[in-house]
């Protein structure tokens, strides 16, 4: 059975920066395609940052995230990064680490669109307020 669990959350003011980490169980990382979603009060989950299973692992970005989030992956420890730089209020939000439900997804930008059948963490809360 996958288990993915969250950790790195908690409250920041603006400026600040945060690291989540992702440790997964169940599965052998290095075959799936990763990455972080994140739902705000109100709103529909939306992909953050995702990195494909393929020798390639450029990553895929959210435009409102880019320059400012770093995603990496630790494959021999089947962990997930998601490092957060200069946070904004609107990074307020539950953030959510998944993995693709089936191995070998070679798109960073197709993994972060959502998909019920991924693996999910219990997500960790974000709260970027001054």
């Known amino acids: 059975q996958v288990q993915l669990v969250e950790s790195g959350g908690g409250s920041v003011q603006p400026g600040g920066s945060l690291r989540l980490s992702c440790e997964a169980s169940g599965l052998s990382l290095d075959y799936y395609a990763i990455g972080w979603f994140r739902q705000a009060p109100g709103k529909e989950r939306e992909g953050v940052s995702c990195?494909?299973?393929?020798?390639?692992?450029?990553?895929y970005y959210a435009e409102a995230v880019k320059g400012r989030f770093t995603i990496s992956r630790v494959d021999t420890k089947n962990l997930v990064y998601l490092q957060m730089n200069n946070l904004k209020p609107d990074d307020t939000a539950v953030y959510y680490c998944?993995?693709?439900?089936?191995?070998?997804?070679?798109?960073?930008?197709?993994?972060?669109?959502?998909?019920?059948?991924?693996?999910w963490g219990q997500g960790t809360q974000v709260t970027v307020s001054s």
């Open positions: 998944t993995v693709a439900a089936v191995p070998l997804l070679t798109s960073a930008q197709a993994m972060c669109v959502m998909n019920n059948d991924n693996h």
């Open positions: 990195i494909s299973s393929a020798n390639d692992r450029t990553p």
